[in-house]
Nanobody
Framework: QVQLVESGGGSVQAGGSLRLSCAAS?????MGWFRQAPGKEREGVAA????????YYADSVKGRFTISQDNAKNTLYLQMNSLKPEDTAMYYC??????????????????WGQGTQVTVSS
């Protein structure tokens, strides 16, 4: 049984940093971070796949966010730097044995955490 629990969200000023964590028990395979702002669709932020050999980022976060995983701790991370107000959203961790298709498409993941809120003020 896969269980994903996010943590690390909070409120920061623009230009600040946060590191999100996702404790992933029972999850093997591909993983990703997604976010959803009020009134907007869930969007993919970053993914790590092919046993951690590859990463992929949305253009909006490229160069600012870094996805990584610690297999010994079964934890997925999202380091977020140079945060902007438009990064404000609920952030979700997702997992799938093997994503078939676009790795930032939320429909390609079956396992989800409950989310952690990130708020960036200007």
């Amino acid at each position: 049984q896969v269980q994903l629990v996010e943590s690390g969200g909070g409120s920061v000023q623009a230009g600040g940093s946060l590191r999100l964590s996702c404790a992933a028990s029972g999850a093997t395979g591909d993983m990703g971070w997604f976010r959803q702002a009020p009134g907007k669709e869930r969007e993919g932020v970053a993914a790590i796949y092919r046993a951690g050999r590859d990463t992929y980022y949305a253009d909006s976060v490229k160069g600012r966010f870094t996805i990584s995983q610690d297999n010994a701790k079964n934890t997925l991370y999202l380091q977020m730097n140079s945060l902007k107000p438009e990064d404000t959203a609920m952030y979700y961790c997702a997992a799938e044995d093997r994503v078939r298709g676009y790795v930032l498409n939320s429909r390609n993941y079956n396992y989800w955490g409950q989310g952690t809120q990130v708020t960036v003020s200007s």
